[in-house]
T-cell receptor, first 112, second 113 residues
């Protein structure tokens, strides 16, 4: 069974800093990997989706990379803002499956 | 598009009562997923449908849980009888197309007393 781990569990940074969130998965046979944001008491918002054939995806200040062979993905946030404060979840879709396996998330706090 | 719609947003009930959660996927999406989120176990897939047909229900915890998708625009998740350990946030998500990006609803926060 695919297991997804996110480190660190929580992170606090001052506004303006660049930061990296990490995600690792145990089985490299994946179809895609998706990064989500979850605000307290709210649902999940999809940020980026990377196909297994891709190395990275960018959206605004966000850049997600994927190294399938090593079972790792990173989410890079440039010039962090207080509005970026949320929990960030990565989820892996195994090859041949429709469901996602989620990590436990990284709770990010950006201090003004 | 209104996105995935879930109702109710909050549900408080007493142990033993029947609970029905509802979901309307994004129009045109042919896959629908029910997830449960708890502090202890994070997000877990309960069941998913493809073209209204249940494909994998191995995540459904017990026979007390059942899900239906009578048509492409509506699904229900029912718990009967409910127990305090069922307290969680239940999410519905939908997807379609080659890349299968999943879009989540706002969730239903269930509290069973």
């Amino acid at each position: 069974k695919q297991e997804v781990t996110q480190i660190p569990a929580a992170l606090s940074v001052p506004e303006g800093e660049n930061l990296v969130l990490n995600c690792s998965f145990t089985d490299s046979a994946i179809y895609n990997l998706q990064w989500f944001r979850q605000d307290p008491g709210k649902g999940l918002t999809s940020l980026l989706l990377i196909q297994s054939s891709q190395r990275e995806q960018t959206s605004g200040r966000l850049n997600a990379s994927l190294d399938k062979s090593s079972g790792r993905s990173t989410l890079y946030i440039a010039a962090s803002q207080p509005g970026d404060s949320a929990t960030y979840l990565c989820a892996v879709r195994p090859t041949g499956a429709n469901n996602l396996f989620f990590g436990t998330g990284t709770r990010l706090t950006v201090i003004p | 598009d209104a996105g995935v719609i879930q109702s109710p947003r909050h549900e408080v009930t007493e142990m033993g009562q029947e609970v029905t959660l509802r979901c309307k996927p994004i129009s045109g999406h042919n896959s629908l997923f029910w997830y449960r989120q708890t502090m202890m176990r994070g997000l877990e897939l309960l069941i998913y449908f493809n073209n209204n047909v249940p494909i994998d229900d191995s995540g459904m915890p017990e026979d007390r849980f059942s899900a239906k998708m009578p048509n492409a625009s509506f699904s229900t998740l029912k718990i009967q009888p409910s127990e305090p350990r069922d307290s969680a946030v239940y999410f519905c998500a939908s997807s379609t197309g080659q890349y299968n990006e999943q879009f989540f609803g706002p969730g239903t926060r269930l509290t069973v007393l």
